[in-house]
């Protein structure tokens, strides 16, 4: 029912009420001058007919009372309604006023960075940074807008003919004990100068490393592939994720930033600094990472497969689990590094430096380490099946339960070393020394052994002798004899 129809209603009702009590006064009054009643009858009369009025009248107001009651609550109800109205009418304005802003701000900004001087280009790159802090919807639109802009202005340059990631040459004279160590011939093709990173280049890379991650869509990278980004400060920064496929980051300075789980295929890190990086699961299949600091690096569950990774030092990083197939390690450091459950199948680590690092269970099958530094090393459950060891140093290593079937340590030196129900079936020890080495229960059929000195050796058995290929040169310990035919082998 309208309002219009309830306040006609009302205006019956009250003038309906107005005439019944009226009527009723008329008649109490007219009763009470009848000449026949008493006085008494007349007071009586005229009492009821006001104490009717009064009730008709109070139950009129009341009724009143509550009609305009429920009328001012309908106008606050109405007035509430219109107050709400307006707040949402003041809510939309200020979201197209905030949109405005956005707009005129993003503008700007983007008008900006087309500007022909870098200071105002770098003034727009941190005016779209502080657009997205305001504006967490427009995180990810505007690192969008700055990864484009590094790749449109610090694109790689591709060369015709150019060449895959340079290796070290490294050549091994022989020698025999007591000899020089190996030498190397090393083809530096990186002393050129690295040139300095243009500045909003530099500035848009500062914002995007620095981005809070927490805004990030899932499944959503950034887009960093193929630029040439030599010689910048990412110290620190999160690259988290980030698709950095074929660019070159050498002489970078990427000291404990994080490129967790990020894809660095064929990307060139020459002489970056990686220490204590995060490189937890990031792919590095073909990297060039030739003389990076990757000290104390977390490269755990990495990618590494046919990486070159030759003079760069690994010092007690964390390569846990790690792929480094085919990996060119040659003259790497990786002393005190943990390469436990590691795969170097093949890996090229000649003349690497892996004093007391941790091999324990790690996969080396066909690995070349001639020349190599294992000194102190846990090797324990490594498998060195064909792996080559030429005059490998192993001082006091555990090669305990480690397996060397078919393993070349011509010359090697594996004085002291724990070899412990290790098995060295078909492995070829001429030359090697085993002075005070252990060999418990280790397994020497069809070894070679010519040359081999043996002297101080601990818990080795004649039978085991008797299983093993040696000659007249062979020097046992001397609680072993030599078996007969090896007496009589020229």
């Given amino acids: ?20 009590a009226f009527s009723l006064t008329v008649i109490f009054f007219a009763l009470s001058s009848i000449k026949e009643l008493s006085i008494q009858e007349k007071i009586q009369y005229r009492n009821q007919g006001l104490t009717t009025t009064a009730i008709v009248f109070l139950a009129s107001a009341a009724m009143f009372n509550v009609y305009y009651a429920a009328k001012r609550v309908q106008t606050m109800q109405k007035n509430a309604i219109a107050a709400e ?9 200020a979201k197209l006023n905030q949109d405005r802003l956005i707009a005129e701000r993003f503008m700007g900004a983007i008008t900006q960075l087309g500007h022909e001087k870098v200071e105002t280009r770098t003034g727009a790159i941190y005016a779209l940074e502080r657009v997205a802090q305001d504006f967490p919807k427009e995180h990810w639109t505007i690192m969008e807008i700055l990864t484009a802009f590094v790749r449109e202005n610090a694109a790689k340059e591709q060369l015709k003919g150019e060449q895959q990631p340079e290796y070290l040459s490294v050549v091994y004279s022989s020698r025999r004990r007591g000899g020089s160590r190996p030498t190397q011939q090393l083809e530096d093709n990186f002393h ?19 981005r809070n991650l927490l805004e990030d869509p899932k499944d959503q990278k950034l887009d960093l592939r193929n630029i040439d980004i030599r ?29 967790s789980e990020a894809d660095l295929n064929g990307a060139k890190l020459v002489r970056s600094i990686l220490y204590e990086a995060r490189l937890l699961k990031t792919s ?27 003079g760069a030092s690994l010092r007690a990083a964390d390569l846990q689990g790690a792929n480094l197939y085919k990996a060119n390690l040659q003259q790497a450091t990786l002393k005190i590094a943990n390469l436990s459950g590691a795969k170097l199948f093949l890996a090229n ?14 996969g080396l099958i066909g690995a070349n380490l001639s020349g190599a530094n294992l000194n102190g090393a846990n090797l324990s459950g490594a498998n060195l099946n064909a792996a080559k060891l030429q005059q490998t140093e192993v001082y006091f290593a555990n090669l305990s339960e480690a397996s060397l079937t078919e393993a070349d340590l011509y010359q090697a030196n594996l004085i002291g070393a724990n070899l412990h129900r290790a098995t060295f079936y078909q492995a070829n020890l001429t030359q090697a020394n085993l002075m005070g080495a252990n060999f418990l229960e280790a397994n020497l059929i069809d070894v070679k052994l010519e040359g081999t000195i043996l002297t101080g050796a601990k818990n080795l ?17 001397d609680y072993i004899e030599a078996p007969t035919d090896w007496r009589q082998s020229s």
Avoid at 1 to 20: G, Y
Avoid at 85 to 93: A, C, P, S
Avoid at 192 to 210: H, K
Avoid at 461 to 477: M, S, V, Y
């Fill in 284 to 310: 590095l299949c073909g990297a060039n990472l030739c003389w990076a600091n990757l000290n104390r690096a977390n490269l755990s569950g990495a990618n590494l497969r046919s990486a070159n990774l030759s």
């Fill in 349 to 362: 680590l000649q003349g690497a430096k892996l004093g007391k690092a941790n091999l324990q269970l790690t």
């Fill in 231 to 259: 010689g910048a400060d990412l110290l620190g920064v999160n690259l988290q994720q980030a698709d950095l496929r074929g660019s070159d980051l050498s002489g970078a300075d990427l000291r404990g930033a994080d490129l």
């Fill in 192 to 210: 050129e100068e690295v040139p300095r990173i243009r500045t909003d280049i530099q500035a848009a890379l500062t914002v995007i490393g620095r």
């Fill in 85 to 93: 109205k307006n707040l949402e009418i003041g809510i939309q304005n």
């Fill in 461 to 477: 058995e004649l039978q085991q002798i008797r299983k093993a290929l040696g000659d007249r040169t062979t020097r046992l310990p």
């Fill in 1 to 20: 029912m309208s309002s219009k129809k309830t306040d006609a209603l009302l205006n019956w009702l009250i003038t309906i009420t107005v005439i019944f």
